[in-house]
């Protein structure tokens, strides 16, 4: 089946404890990208991958790292959580950058305390 | 910046009744704009629309796209309580882009009740 997995589903941890959500697809797509929700600001795109070892900022970056060493995976970084970073984190994936439908993993809902 | 303002933000109907639900963009290079729905957790994909005019269908669900006006419709004949969820619109810019991310709107959530 044509998905994309993200793990943990659920996680809550402590201030400045570094911790990686895993992202992986099984549809060879290129494109990759994380997002977090955010009630009252929607979904806004933290980092993205074209493809192998190309990443780059998206529109929150900050606090966050990503690394694209295989094409299937895309394991996003917090560094040193901070409670602001407490969200429900989507990883999303597409054929292409440009066109075709983007499939969006089922998210992590991540408390920092 | 791109920019996606959804309306409404909230409706609530009957079981039964048809709602309209809108999408309006400001996009520098406009590529396509897709519809989502999310019930629990993740966003699943509804439609893309890249064509202006062309509606697209999907059982009792439907969208058109005007692309002159800068606006699309998501149209759910004959409600049921399983349409209850966010409804989110986005847009993709297109190849002169370094980045081809979505921008979403707030989404606009539906309740229908029995």
Known sequence: EAQVTQNPRYLITVTGKKLTVTCSQNMNHEYMSWYRQDPGLGLRQIYYSMNVEVTD????????????????????IL??????Q???????SSLSGGGGEVFFGSGTQLSVL | EDKVVQSPLSLVVHEGDTVTLNCSYEVTNFRSLLWYKQEKKAPTFLF????????????RLSSILDKKEL?????????QTGD??????????GFVSSNYKLTFGKGTLLTVNP
């Open chain 1, 86 to 92: 407490t969200s429900l984190y989507f990883c999303a």
């Open chain 2, 48 to 59: 893309m629309l890249t064509s202006s005019g062309i509606e697209k269908k999907s059982g």
């Open chain 1, 79 to 84: 560094e040193s959580p901070s409670p602001n």
């Open chain 2, 84 to 93: 209850s969820a966010i409804y989110l619109c986005a847009v993709r810019p």
């Open chain 2, 71 to 79: 606006f699309s419709i998501l149209n759910i004949t004959a409600t």
């Open chain 1, 57 to 76: 900022k998206g529109d929150v970056p900050e606090g966050y790292k990503v690394s694209r060493k295989e094409k299937r995976n895309f394991p996003l």
